[in-house]
C-alpha cells in the first residue's frame, strides 16, 4: 500500500488523532498534544514530498541559459536521446516578455538524468535544476500563436493595431496593450489562430509601421 494509502487508513481508524480542541473564552484551536515524540519531517523528506506532487514517472525541471532567440525545437534538438517533444517545453517569460528559463516535462527520471548528462558533456552552458508540477501548471504556453508587438506608440489605439496588421487573420478581441516604464512606447498581444498566421504576420509585418514608429514583431511560444 502507498504512503498516501496508509496516511488514509490511519486517519479513517483514528481521527481523534488528527482532532482540534476549542479552548473556552478565547477563541483559538489548540493542537492536542502527548507524551510521545512525533516523528519530525526532515528538509529533504520535505522537498522529495514536494516533488512527487506529478504524474507519476513525470519529472519536471527548469532550464537556465536561453535567450530571446531560442526555440523550443533547439532545447529539443538540444536534449536528443531524452524523448521529448515541443509539448513538453514551456517559455517562462519575464514581464518585459524576454524569457526568464525554459520549463521542461521529462517521462521518467531516468531522461531526466540523461538530460543532466547532455548538459554536462555539452559545455554547461545551459544550468538545469529540478522543479515541482505546481511550477509547470503556472505557465501558460503560447504555442506559436501570439505575437508580440514591439514599439507601439503610448498614443495608439486598437483601431492602429487593426490597420498595421490589415490582411492578417487574428482575433481582434485578444489585442492587449502593456505600458513599460521609462519607455516612450508601449506593446502589444495579438491572438492568432494558427502558428501558421502568426509566422504569417511575422514574416510580412515585422518592422512595419505604426504611426510613424516602427515595430519589431515577435511570435511568443
Known amino acids: 500500500m ?3 494509502g496508509l496516511l488514509r487508513t490511519a486517519i479513517g481508524s483514528n481521527p481523534s488523532a488528527f482532532r482540534t480542541v476549542r479552548t473556552s473564552g478565547y477563541g483559538f484551536n489548540a493542537r492536542r498534544f502527548s507524551t510521545e515524540s512525533e516523528p519530525q519531517e526532515t528538509q529533504d523528506q520535505a522537498v522529495d514530498s514536494f516533488l512527487r506532487t506529478s504524474a507519476p514517472g513525470s519529472v519536471y525541471a527548469r532550464l537556465y541559459g536561453s535567450t530571446r532567440n531560442t526555440l523550443k525545437t533547439d532545447i529539443v534538438n538540444l536534449l536528443e536521446g531524452c524523448n521529448l517533444g515541443l509539448e513538453d517545453v514551456k ?3 519575464l514581464r518585459n516578455y524576454n524569457p526568464a528559463a525554459m520549463l521542461v516535462h521529462f517521462s521518467s527520471t531516468q531522461a531526466y538524468e540523461q ?3 547532455t548538459i554536462n558533456r555539452k559545455g554547461r552552458l545551459y544550468k538545469m535544476e529540478r522543479v515541482g508540477k505546481p511550477q509547470w501548471d503556472s505557465v501558460a504556453p503560447y504555442d506559436g500563436k501570439t505575437v508580440l ?3 507601439v506608440p503610448r498614443n495608439a489605439i486598437f483601431l492602429d493595431i487593426e490597420r498595421f496588421l490589415i490582411g ?5 478581441s485578444s489585442i492587449q496593450f502593456f ?3 521609462g519607455f516612450p512606447d508601449k506593446m502589444a498581444t495579438v491572438r492568432f489562430p494558427s502558428q ?3 509566422m504569417n504576420c511575422f514574416i510580412t509585418r515585422n518592422k512595419g509601421f505604426c504611426l510613424n514608429n516602427r515595430i519589431l514583431v515577435r511570435v511568443l511560444q
Open 115 to 117: 538530460a543532466n548528462r
Open 196 to 198: 501558421t498566421q502568426a
Open 91 to 93: 517559455v517562462d517569460y
Open 179 to 181: 505600458l513599460r516604464a
Open 2 to 4: 502507498s504512503k498516501l
Open 149 to 151: 508587438l514591439q514599439g
Open 168 to 172: 492578417c487573420e487574428y482575433d481582434a
